[in-house]
């Protein structure tokens, strides 16, 4: 009994090794694959998170690139002489060949089209006018609930239409009274009463057989600003308007929905919740439905909970503005796209941490035999754990970094996008501006010469004169074109700083502008610079040295900038000393020093000191010799102690809270400035006296 006793439990010491081993093995395999599948996850999310916002503006730009065709025909009404009798022909005529031009520009749009504002009184006078001009049958009429045309009610005012392009597509629509549906009135009476383009909300559209909406622009018969809502109404002339069909309006989204395997929902926000649906994009086909594929309501909230990649709004929703309305664009992902996240490499991380662990178990069994090996094989395979686990440790930070830097080319790209899509237009007006000016001088001055030359004006020609309120045109006219020049040239300002921002086109090592590429980080962040409730806006001192050009990789130097100065805005905002407004500024700045570059255990001098009650953020720059230049940011927040200063630019090491910060940041921002610079990125903190960055790079890469 005692030597079988002896001889199980020897067996247990001798498989225990063997058990410990596959626990271990089979444990760090389940955790590597599931952090693998996790950051696999958050790769598609940022993928999707980014084609959501792409598809969001390019249905933004498409649709306002439409509807303010309506502003743009008012403007050419506002220009043009009242329809009275003798000068309907006319106006028709100019409308025609107005909006003939802009349809040319403009594919799919159903129609544009005047609606005048007719009173009760003037109906019959009204019709007879129009019929005598070519449209024999013309009477003003409105639907039926079941919508059938009859004759239109006795109303005090009517809005029919009158002149419509393309008119072989909407004759019919010729004399219906906009004003009589509800939908339509509703946006009308918005338009008149605040003077600006309106839209409504979902319109089945009777005469063209289709749904969609329509963008009203009040025209005035006074040329002066009208400040009060009373003048509005009382000089309103009638509404240029737009029809478009949301098919048309979505067919360019439709086709990237469907590259992308994206169902996509379109809901107006600010209308009723039984209201809301705007259109469906059916992925698969490509198709565009007016109803939504499940009979219950639809809510952005139930949307989004149809897939776990949606959990967050951000991901897969977007809020935009169209004129007066909130839109919101949601994109479920379809299985087609799921399909691209398969997870292959956590299931090979898996598969292969599985059989490492097997083969060493069972090299482990057949290695029993032998005691004099048992530990030189243990120590071999100890050695060979540590060295899976640090690959699988650098595998996950790689993966992360990998992450990030797609999430900073895509901002890159995005914000070249933007400032490409703006600066086309910009450049058009800003070019124009100069022709507008001269022609401008010119008219006045022919005016000037007419009031010169003619002692004697008629005095219909001098009402007009007064009604138009000339001696104030001619004033104002030239300090209006003046205020827009300025304006277009503050536009490509802030273009071109978005440009040198992204640089998408410098991949390769240059020499470039620190102080550019510092001024255009800050405009990105500009947002998160000003003031918030419980906070004071945060303050930008700059004290700029003289720097030559450095040669660096442009792009990653601005993502050192942006990640220091994001983190500079996160210790402000975290700062308890900030939560009341500042009575009075108090900054005291210290200059940075002007000696040699500091040696590895020296400190630079340049600080930002907490006698101020003002949040904020100095940035100094100044040249370290003939070789380096040093960079400063600092902030005045609540600083940090050495335990976690010292752990500052280890990966995944973060203060903040959960989905606030990765903890990458500056371990990356270390990296670049180190190994891809050859240079020195260190902080100096002190709690209660901010904190402060330092990079030194060299001028000249070797």
Same mark, same amino acid.
């Given at each position: 009994?005692?030597?079988h ?18 626990l ?9 694959? *599931? ?29 306002q690139?439409k509807?303010?065709?309506s ?10 002489m ?26 799919k ?19 007879r006018?129009?019929q005598?001009?070519g449209?024999?049958n013309?009477?003003?009429?409105e639907r ?15 809005? !029919?239409?009158?002149?419509s ?12 009274d906009?004003f009589s549906?509800?939908n ?7 338009? @008149? ?17 289709t749904?969609?909406? *329509? ?8 040329r002066?600003p009208?400040?009060?809502q ?33 169902? *996509? ?8 919740a039984a209201?809301?649906?705007?259109a ?8 565009i ?18 897939h !776990? ?28 796209y799921?399909s ?8 090979s991380?898996?598969?292969a ?5 097997g083969?060493v ?17 243990a ?15 650098e ?11 797609e999430?900073m080319?895509?901002?890159g790209q995005?914000v070249?996008?933007?400032a ?15 022709h507008? @000016?001269r022609?401008a001088?010119?008219?006045?001055h ?13 005095q ?18 030239p ?20 440009r ?11 020499q ?38 450095v ?13 220091l ?11 308890? @000393? ?9 900054l005291?700045?210290?200059q ?8 590895a255990?020296? @400190? !630079? ?32 927040g ?12 280890t !990966?995944f090491?973060?203060?903040?809270p959960i ?10 921002s270390?990296q ?7 240079g020195?990125l ?12 330092f990079?030194?790079?060299p001028?000249?890469?070797?």
């Amino acid at each position: 009994m005692h030597n079988h006793s002896g001889e199980d439990s020897s067996s247990l010491r001798r498989l225990l090794p063997i058990g410990l081993t596959i626990l271990v093995g089979s444990v760090l395999s389940i955790v590597g694959s *599931v952090v693998l599948y996790q950051m696999e996850n958050e790769q598609l999310r940022t993928r999707l998170q980014g084609e959501t916002q792409a598809l969001a503006t390019l249905l933004k730009s498409n649709i306002q690139s439409k509807i303010q065709l309506s502003e743009t025909l008012a403007a050419f009404s506002n220009s043009s002489m009242e329809v009275e009798r003798e000068e309907f022909e006319q106006f028709r005529d100019e409308f025609k060949q107005f909006t003939e031009t802009l349809l040319k520009q403009h594919d799919k749009i159903l129609a544009l089209a005047w609606a005048p504002r007719v009173s009760g009184r003037d109906r019959a006078a009204f019709e007879r006018l129009v019929q005598a001009e070519g449209f024999a049958n013309f009477q003003i009429y409105e639907r039926s609930p079941t919508g059938e045309r009859i004759v239109a009610q006795r109303r005090d005012v009517y809005f !029919p239409v009158t002149l419509s392009e393309p008119i072989d597509k909407n004759r019919q629509a010729i004399g219906f009274d906009i004003f009589s549906e509800p939908n339509r009135r509703a946006a009308m009476e918005k338009a @008149r009463n605040t003077g600006r383009l309106t839209i409504t909300t979902r319109l089945n559209l009777a005469v063209q057989g289709t749904w969609g909406i *329509v963008a009203y622009t009040p025209v005035y018969q006074q040329r002066k600003p009208l400040e009060t809502q009373r003048d509005r109404q009382q000089y309103l002339r009638g509404f240029t308007f737009g029809v478009f069909t949301l098919p048309d309006l979505l067919a360019a989204l439709s086709q990237q929905a469907q590259v992308h395997g994206l169902d *996509v929902y379109l809901l107006d926000q600010s209308a009723p919740a039984a209201q809301n649906f705007l259109a469906y994009v059916q992925a698969s086909s490509g198709k565009i439905f007016k109803q939504p594929p499940q009979a219950e309501g639809v809510t952005a909230a139930a949307l989004l909970a149809q897939h !776990p990649l949606c959990q967050s709004a951000e991901t897969c929703a977007r809020s935009f503005t169209i004129s007066d309305r909130q839109w919101t664009l949601i994109a479920l992902p379809t299985a087609q796209y799921a399909s691209q996240g398969t997870h292959w490499q956590s299931w090979s991380v898996l598969l292969a941490g599985f059989l490492l662990t097997g083969g060493v178990a069972a090299y482990l069994l057949s290695s029993l035999r032998h005691t004099r090996q048992i530990e030189a094989l243990a120590k071999e395979r100890s050695q060979q754990a540590e060295q899976l686990s640090q690959t699988l440790q650098e595998l996950q930070q790689t993966q992360t970094q990998l992450v990030h830097t797609e999430r900073m080319s895509s901002l890159g790209q995005l914000v070249a996008g933007v400032a490409h899509e703006i600066n086309n237009p910009v450049n058009f007006i800003h070019g124009n501006l100069v022709h507008v @000016r001269r022609y401008a001088e010119d008219l006045l001055h022919l005016i000037q010469s007419f009031q010169q030359t003619c002692s004697e004006i008629p005095q219909s020609l001098q009402a007009q004169i007064e009604a138009i309120d000339l001696d104030f045109i001619q004033v104002d006219l030239p300090k209006t074109l003046d205020s827009m020049t300025v304006g277009t040239d503050r536009i490509r300002q802030i273009v071109l700083s978005l440009r040198n921002f992204s640089r998408l086109d410098e991949s390769e090592m240059k020499q470039v502008d620190i102080h550019e590429g510092i001024d255009s980080t800050l405009l990105i962040l500009q947002h998160r610079l000003k003031e918030k409730p419980g906070r004071p806006s945060i303050q930008i001192v700059k004290q700029y040295g003289e720097l030559p050009l450095v040669e660096c990789f442009a792009g990653q130097l601005n993502q050192v900038f942006m990640n220091l100065l994001s983190n500079a805005v996160d210790a402000l905002e975290g700062s308890e @000393r900030f939560v009341q407004p500042p009575a009075e500024p108090m900054l005291a700045v210290s200059q940075p020093s002007s000696a040699p570059r500091p040696q590895a255990e020296s @400190r !630079p001098t340049s600080a930002v000191t907490t006698a101020t009650a003002q949040p904020q953020i100095l940035i100094q720059t100044q040249a370290r010799g003939k070789t380096h230049v040093l960079i400063c940011i600092a902030d005045n927040g609540q600083g940090m102690e050495e335990k976690v200063r010292s752990r500052l630019f280890t !990966p995944f090491f973060t203060t903040k809270p959960i989905g606030k910060g990765t903890g990458l940041g500056l371990s990356i921002s270390y990296q670049i400035v180190t190994q891809q610079h050859h240079g020195r990125l260190w902080c100096d903190s002190t709690p209660g006296e901010g904190t402060q960055f330092f990079i030194e790079i060299p001028i000249h890469q070797n």
